[in-house]
């Protein structure tokens, strides 16, 4: 069953700092003024906190899965993904990751220590 945006939803707006924001019509979650996560219009893909250093090498690996962004997010550490090639626990793997990415490592290690 393909991963949808509730399903992520349930994962992101339970880590500490993580909130939902509507911004063009599109669901993005930030972190204080970062947006970690973002979803495309019509929900399919999802745009996630990547580094940046390392998303070729992703993206070549699974181009069923991961994509460039486009031009004008290449500047950033960011990379994309089909959510119908996800499951669960690979969705909730690459929120986490992401997440990690943009709030401080106190409060990653923290939140990894809770759960």
Do not use: C
Not at 15 to 37: A, C, H, N, T
């Amino acid at each position: 069953m393909p991963v949808t945006i509730e399903d992520v939803r349930r994962v992101a707006e339970q880590l500490p700092r993580s909130y939902e924001v509507l911004v063009r019509d599109r669901v993005k979650f930030r972190v204080g003024r970062i947006v970690w996560l973002a979803f495309s219009a019509d929900e399919t893909q999802m745009g996630f906190a990547f580094p940046r250093e390392e998303r070729q090498v992703l993206v070549a690996s699974e181009p069923d899965v991961f994509l460039m962004p486009r031009r004008s997010d290449l500047r950033f550490n960011w990379v994309e993904v089909r959510l119908a090639a996800l499951d669960e626990a690979r969705m909730r793997e690459i929120v986490l990751d992401a997440w990690r990415l943009v709030v401080p490592r106190t409060v990653a290690l923290a939140h990894t220590a809770d759960g």
